[in-house]
């Protein structure tokens, strides 16, 4: 998640109301005659980013704390999810999990979520032979649909 940030951070700088934030508060800036506000206009990029890094941050301990604490519990212990990792002379150097999506839907997906392969191991197939075997596993359990939410930044994501 973490490696996004940069990424996400250059979106926003692209975004019309980004433009018109960084405007306004460099025109506010501009017209006072405040010394100690003029001093922060330097400083509005950086504290962008740090509030940005900052949410991720918070989220990955989120979902460290929530939903990966105990994997065994959250994804093993019932029928229709499941977690797998894949190893490479003994270490992990990908993971992904599959449980069905959290929306209340007549016919409710299944949900494939922490797809990641280790920056080493990328672009030799790993997350498509993982997401395989997620689609086998929805196969299996009678599922008609499997879903993968990727942001806009993400484009390795989305190619795959
Ligand atoms: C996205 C990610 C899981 C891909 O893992 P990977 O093992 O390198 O992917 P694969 O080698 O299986 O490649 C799968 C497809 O994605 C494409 N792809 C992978 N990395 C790419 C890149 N940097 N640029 C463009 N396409 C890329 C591959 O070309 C392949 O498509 P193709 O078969 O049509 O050529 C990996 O980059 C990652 O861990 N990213 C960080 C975590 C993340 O963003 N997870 C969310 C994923 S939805």
Known sequence: MHEHVPKNYLRMLTLPWAHLLLLGVSLALFLSSSSLLSL?????????WLLMDSYYVQYIERCLREDLWDIQKTYMEREDSHFWVAESEG?????VSAKP????????PLELAWLSVRWSHRNRGIARALSRTVLSFA???????????VSMVNLEGQRL
């Open 40 to 48: 922060m206009a330097p400083v509005l990029l950086p504290a962008g």
């Open 91 to 95: 270490e992990v150097v990908a993971i």
């Open 101 to 108: 999506c959290p929306v209340i839907q007549m016919e409710c």
């Open 139 to 149: 196969q299996q359990h009678g599922y008609k649909a499997v879903i993968l939410d």
